[in-house]
């Protein structure tokens, strides 16, 4: 079925330094979208490209949607503890009606 | 505004037993998702639900099953469970269906199956 590939799929960094993490489909997808999970808690969206080539950024963080339409990359810029996390890159398919598919996540663990 | 809210947020049940899990969508929201989430299988979607109907399913079998009511909140049951029915169970409520709408996640409710 479809499938995303995401990696790293986990980072252990020093408070301060930058991250990056990407994600690669071998289809097209219009919709990709970059969640971040914390302990206990459901997704939390962080950004949303719904063009190719775009890059947008929120924050300290900055994420691009492919021009190929295949693949994206988010970066965390200044890491922060509480960037402490499980990140996951999705896209939205209208295969079977419409839903999303998730990468299997980027652990990030931040050092103080 | 409230976000999705999901109880319980943990049960522990044994093999055989059913279960159903409730979530409660933000208001004025009217399509709920379900997805299962596994150490394994990472976020998989199960379905949505808008207008009370089952708009689109995922490749689950026919034992987990789900309703929505007419105040949009929505039910997930799953019968005869099985070891591997063990997971973290998301619900994300939109405001339309149709197309891609921001989806928001509740917390979850972790299942345990013994």
């Known amino acids: 079925g479809q499938q995303l590939n995401q990696s790293p799929q986990s980072m252990f960094i020093q408070e301060g330094e930058d991250v990056s993490m990407n994600c690669t489909s071998s289809?097209?997808?219009?919709?990709w979208l970059w969640y971040k999970q914390d302990p206990g808690e459901g997704p939390v969206l962080l950004i949303a490209?719904?063009?190719?080539?775009e890059l947008t950024s929120n924050g300290r963080l900055t994420a691009q949607f492919g021009i190929t339409r295949k693949d994206s990359f988010l970066n965390i810029s200044a890491s922060i503890p509480s960037d402490v996390g499980i990140y996951f890159c999705?896209?939205?398919?209208?295969?079977?009606?419409?839903?999303?598919?998730f990468g299997q996540g980027t652990e990030l663990s931040v050092k103080p | 505004k409230a976000g999705v809210t999901q109880t319980p947020r943990y049960l522990i049940k044994t093999r055989g037993q059913q279960v159903t899990l409730s979530c409660s969508p933000i208001s004025g929201h009217r399509s709920v998702s379900w997805y299962q989430q596994t150490p394994g299988q990472g976020l998989q979607f199960l379905f949505e639900y808008f207008s009370e109907t089952q708009r689109n399913k995922g490749n689950f079998p026919g034992r987990f099953s789900g309703r929505q009511f007419s105040n949009s909140r929505s039910e997930m049951n799953v019968s005869t469970l099985e070891l591997g029915d063990s997971a973290l169970y998301l619900c994300?409520?939109?405001?339309?269906?149709?197309?891609?709408?921001?989806?928001?996640f509740g917390p979850g409710t972790r299942l345990t199956v013994l």
């Open positions: 994300a409520s939109s405001l339309d269906s149709g197309g891609y709408n921001e989806q928001f």
């Open positions: 490209l719904y063009k190719a080539g």
């Open positions: 289809s097209i997808f219009n919709t």
């Open positions: 999705a896209v939205f398919t209208y295969n079977q009606g419409g839903k999303l598919i």
